[in-house]
């Protein structure tokens, strides 16, 4: 069955990066692309960008280009997403979601059990 | 970027209730819409592909429709476990992005 594990809960200093990891299981690696959404507390869910697994190619939304990074490691089915320069407001819940379909995007059937980043100083 | 405006944001229904949800993106996006449900502290569940195809598992009284512009969500008969938040999203465009959502409450 597929599987999504993501890192533990992290606290951050504001200014500081916080990476987080998704390891996936279950199904083929690098034939589906990986998402990354976010939830702030009481808020809506709001998409950040992809990865392509098996390219590394990626794609990010227009709030966050400069200060995210999507990386992969095929030899261990597991993808990252770094987001850099911290503030308050990027605390939230992060999420991995795999595509749904084969090598495309076209929604998200599949979610990691989300990783809280706390941001305070 | 594509924006994507739900409606209403909130509503009140009571159990058997029909139920209508609203998602209009800011430009034409085809058929390429979909819906989640999310429950407090839980990951959201895909509900509906394709603006009207449902996912395995999900039950027939959840329906999609729409394209282009105007697209519906319907919860036939609103059941217990339906109290839930609802987003949709499109997929047309690589840049993907959400509703704001439409959280439905028991009256």
């Known amino acids: 069955q597929v599987q999504l594990v993501e890192s533990g809960a992290e606290v951050k200093k504001p200014g500081a990066s916080v990476k987080v990891s998704c390891k996936a299981s279950?199904?083929?690696?690098?034939?589906?692309?990986m998402h990354w959404v976010r939830q702030a507390p009481g808020q809506g869910l709001e998409w950040m960008g992809w990865?392509?697994?098996?390219?590394?190619?990626?794609s990010y939304a227009q709030k966050f280009q400069g200060r995210v990074t999507m990386t992969r490691d095929t030899s261990i089915s597991t993808a990252y997403m770094e987001l850099s320069s911290l503030r308050s407001d990027d605390t939230a819940v992060y999420y991995c979601?795999?595509?749904?379909?084969?090598?495309?995007?076209?929604?998200?059937?599949?979610w990691g059990q989300g990783t809280l980043v706390t941001v305070s100083s | 970027d594509i924006q994507m405006t739900q409606s209403p944001s909130s509503l009140s229904a009571s159990v058997g209730d029909r139920v209508t949800i609203t998602c209009r993106p800011s430009?034409?996006?085809?058929?390429?819409l979909n819906w989640y449900q999310q429950k407090p502290g839980k990951a959201p569940k895909l509900l509906i592909y394709?603006?009207?195809s449902l996912q395995s598992g999900v039950p027939s009284r959840f329906s999609g429709s729409g394209s282009g512009t105007d697209f519906t969500l319907t919860i036939s008969s609103l059941q217990p476990e339906d109290f839930a938040t609802y987003y949709c999203?499109?997929?047309?465009?690589?840049?993907?992005?959400f509703g704001g959502g439409t959280k439905v409450e028991i009256k």
């Open positions: 979601a795999r595509d749904r379909r084969l090598r495309a995007v076209a929604g998200i059937d599949y």
């Open positions: 279950g199904y083929s690696f690098t034939s589906y692309y």
């Open positions: 990865i392509n697994p098996n390219s590394g190619g990626t």
């Open positions: 430009q034409s996006i085809s058929s390429y």
């Open positions: 394709a603006a009207s």
């Open positions: 999203q499109q997929s047309y465009s690589t840049l993907v992005a």
